[in-house]
């Protein structure tokens, strides 16, 4: 069965409260993973919004595009924010552009945090290219890439392709994705982790 293609992405504020409880999980494990001194990117995702509410782990520097995560982390005082700059897409909360690229080039870090509207045998999707393109360095400069991503993206595929799978180290859940798609993760050796 071919994958179907979305073309319509809800906004930022609007998807933060959709399957808000199974994005909270995905969130509470992501952000178990932070250690201690760790160097992250969060992007902009409301899935990765919840693992920026979660985090618990002491001096931690993060990376992001978010305004949402920015403010989210802003009261925590165990972490330390480099806001990207850039232009700023107001429906979905995300700063993109040339000056976006330009200062993401110049970090390197442990884990990146990574939201996705479509997971194919492709590889991952997104709406919008200048969104895309801003994951696409966040990518580049991370040694491990784990994306976030509830049941429903499995098998959408949306506009611009960031990405193969073979970019990413794990999947973090909230259903096991069907046997045709779990095959495909395992061939590209992705630990999944299921959200209970």
């Given amino acids: 069965m071919l994958p179907r293609l979305t073309k319509e992405v809800s906004g930022y504020k609007e998807r933060l409260i959709l399957e808000s409880s199974g994005k909270q999980e995905i969130g509470q494990i992501a952000a178990d993973l932070v250690k201690d001194g760790d160097y992250v990117i969060f992007d902009a995702s409301t899935t990765v919004h919840f693992a920026a509410q979660c985090l618990e782990a002491e ?31 107001g429906k979905h909360r995300f700063l993109f552009g040339a000056a976006t690229l330009q200062k993401l080039s110049e970090y390197q870090v442990d884990k990146l945090f990574l939201g996705a509207c479509g997971i ?12 895309g393109a801003v994951k696409r360095e966040m990518i580049r400069h991370a040694d491990q890439v784990i994306v976030l991503a509830d049941s429903t993206k499995f098998g959408k595929r949306l506009f611009h392709r960031i990405s193969g799978l073979e970019s990413i180290d794990m999947v973090i859940t909230d259903k096991k994705p069907d046997e045709a798609m779990t095959q495909v993760l395992s061939d590209y050796d992705i630990k999944v982790i299921i959200a209970k």
């Fill in 59 to 89: 001096d931690v520097t993060v990376v992001t595009n978010a305004i949402d995560v920015a403010s989210v982390l802003a009261d925590n005082e165990n972490v330390t924010v480099h806001l990207l700059g850039g232009t700023l897409n």
């Fill in 120 to 131: 194919t045998a492709d590889g991952i999707s997104y709406p919008y290219e200048e969104d």
